[in-house]
């Protein structure tokens, strides 16, 4: 299974609300990543966790929560967010946080903010 | 630090046109260079990545890239355009040296293919 799956595919969800991504990968990687990309923009790196450990938080504000619960999940938790966090969200995952070894990024969930 | 610049926001080609995708980067290192594509409301698919050894890279669909260390440029090239080909493209590098957990991608280039 070589395969990174994101759930769900569009969300839309207000200002107030609270809802959550799910990220999954079965490749026994142990790096895996949040991104954001916005419309004809590149990804831009959010979060990274490294055997479960949260090791790069890039500045993201508060209202983002990750949570690496095992070796093959990863959640970000979503509250009180901005219609400007509209976005596409990546994740991603890496066998290892060295080496010449490729990310692989799942499908992406569509987030609107309304 | 480590930069990568992508020349030509948008290529448009007929279709069996040779298809050349600009990119050129900066790294304190060694680097390890990456092309990924996307489709239309999709996530990022590898297409090559150079690491260490054969200079001339070939990846999935056709696609080919050359590593050029004197010229800092690692160019995505394919023969024949198919419509198919239309996309996001980016190219990206990472450092070969301690923990180069960190991609940094190039703007991208929006390839457009002509019937």
């Known amino acids: 299974d070589t395969e990174v799956t994101q759930t769900p595919k569009h969300l839309v969800m207000g200002m107030t609300n609270k809802k959550s991504l799910k990220c999954e990968q079965h490749?026994?990687?142990?790096?895996m990543y949040w991104y954001k990309q916005k419309a004809k923009k590149p990804p831009e790196l959010m979060f990274v966790?490294?055997?479960?450990?949260?090791?790069i938080n890039e500045s993201v504000p508060s209202r983002f929560s990750p949570e690496c619960p095992n070796s093959s999940l990863l959640n970000l938790h979503l509250h009180a967010l901005q219609p400007e966090d509209s976005a596409l969200y990546l994740c991603a995952s890496r066998q290892g946080l060295a080496g010449s070894n490729e990310q692989f990024f799942g499908p992406g969930t569509r987030l609107t903010v309304l | 630090a480590q930069s990568v610049t992508q020349l030509g926001s948008h290529v448009s080609v007929s279709e069996g046109a040779l298809v050349l995708l600009r990119c050129n980067y900066s790294s304190s290192v060694p680097p390890y260079l990456f092309w990924y594509v996307q489709y239309p409301n999709q996530g990022l698919q590898l297409l090559l990545k150079?690491?260490?050894?054969?200079?001339l890279v070939k990846g999935i669909n056709g696609f080919e890239a050359e590593f050029k260390k004197s010229e800092t440029s690692f160019h995505l090239t394919k023969p024949s355009a198919h419509m198919s080909d239309a996309a996001e493209y980016f190219c990206?590098?990472?450092?070969?040296?301690?923990?180069?957990?960190?991609?940094?991608f190039g703007k991208g280039t929006l390839l457009t293919v002509n019937p």
């Open positions: 990206a590098v990472t450092n070969s040296g301690g923990s180069n957990y960190k991609l940094t």
């Open positions: 490749m026994g990687h142990r790096a």
């Open positions: 966790y490294s055997y479960e450990k949260l090791s």
């Open positions: 150079y690491t260490t050894g054969a200079t």
